[in-house]
């Protein structure tokens, strides 16, 4: 009885190990597919940024440059940092921290590609990751044609902006950050910064701890793990959301909290509908890190900048959670479409993020 005792305690021990390192592997590999991307593209999203005077450039701006650096914390401290200067105008501002917003979720389509190769986990998969760029091209098409006539964001963030100006920030560095940082730029060292390479290993990464967690998943739940995510993490919609706000504050990472509901959505034990408050308390925030950044600042252009990036998520919110069924439905309906020819997972990456922003800026531009 007691050698049974020792040996359910060794395995549960071992469990736990082997799911804190499946997750930590994914983490590495997330943040080194993040700097291997900033080491291309960084320097071109900062000469992107700096030379748009125009809200339909801005508006696709926003999303490929996020896109290719894969972090809209970068883009919106680049964006605030051009505001501070007098490089940027906040008019001119709103709309790349817009596109900032669909760019950030390339990640977690990228991360669905982990179950292509089993359909039916990939069709539960791919819509989980895509409502959230779902929601925030939703939120552009309402609030982007209001900003330009009525400058609505612009109004709201600067009646927050006056509110708090005078308060101050507190620094803040996430603990996860502080794990995770440096075995990252370790391995981009190992690869003497040769950013096509790690990128190529990352993504590897990425793909290789996902499905080893989606094994051990599928291996030890049991039905335990489905009865702690809904009776606890996603009984409700608020707590979901919560969920979702407050670690996210904590890893300073929309990318990566949503990333780490889409292996649960592929294994079924989440589903579209309980994540859609988790991912809206992400976008809520993701929007903690500039604001903090902000506030050290004591300025005030920048203070509005990042409030206009919140004022635009909660507005999203106002609007579509009530609406959710929008969302949703057309999440699911990409995944049902994408599930029946895998390779335009891809295709959607390339249209969405790269293709249609490049045309458009090559167009409006003109």
């Known amino acids: 009885m007691q050698k049974s005792s020792r040996y359910i305690a060794l395995r549960n021990t071992t469990r736990v190990i082997l799911a804190f390192f499946y997750v930590y592997l994914f ?4 943040k080194l597919l993040e700097l291997s991307l900033k080491g291309f593209g960084i320097d071109f999203a900062r000469s992107l940024i700096s030379v748009t005077s125009n809200s339909f450039v801005g508006l696709f701006i926003g999303v490929i440059s996020t896109a290719t ?42 991360v669905s590609l982990a179950h292509i190769s089993r359909r039916d986990e990939f069709s539960r998969a791919f819509p989980g990751a895509v409502v959230h760029d779902v929601f925030n091209l939703l939120s552009v098409v309402v609030f982007f044609p209001l900003e330009m006539y009525f400058h609505l964001i ?26 995770v ?23 590897f990464l990425v793909i290789f701890s996902l499905v080893l967690l989606v094994r051990f998943i599928r291996k030890v739940s049991s039905g335990k793990l489905e009865i702690l995510v809904d009776k606890y993490l996603f009984s409700k919609a608020i707590v979901a959301g919560i969920l979702g706000l407050f670690l996210t504050m904590f890893v300073q990472s929309s990318s990566v909290t949503t990333s780490l509901a889409v292996p649960l959505i592929g294994a079924g034990i989440l589903t579209v509908e309980k994540v859609f408050p988790y991912t809206l308390g992400a976008n809520v925030g993701t929007t903690f890190t500039a604001l903090l950044a902000s506030l050290v600042t004591g300025n005030f252009l920048p203070i509005q900048a990042a409030f206009a990036h919140l004022s635009f998520n909660l507005m999203g919110i106002i609007v579509w959670y009530p609406l959710k069924i929008v969302p949703i439905s057309i999440a699911k309906w990409l995944g049902s479409w994408v599930s029946k020819k895998r390779w335009l997972a891809i295709s959607y990456i390339l249209f969405i993020f790269f293709i249609v922003p490049g045309l458009f800026i090559v167009i409006f531009r003109r």
Not at 167 to 177: D, E, N, R, V
């Open 154 to 179: 612009e109004r709201l963030s600067k009646i927050f902006a006056m509110a708090f100006v005078d308060i101050g920030g507190i620094k803040f560095t996430s603990p996860l950050k502080i794990i």
């Open 69 to 110: 650096i894969q972090s809209s914390s970068a883009t919106t401290s680049i964006v605030v940092g051009f505001v501070s200067s007098g490089v940027l105008t906040i008019r001119n501002a709103i709309p790349i921290i817009m596109g900032a917003n669909i760019g950030t979720t390339v990640t977690n389509i990228i």
């Open 27 to 30: 983490l590495v590999g997330i």
């Open 181 to 203: 940082e440096p075995v990252s730029k370790l391995f981009l060292k190992l690869f003497h910064n040769f950013y096509l390479i790690s990128l190529i290993f990352a993504f």
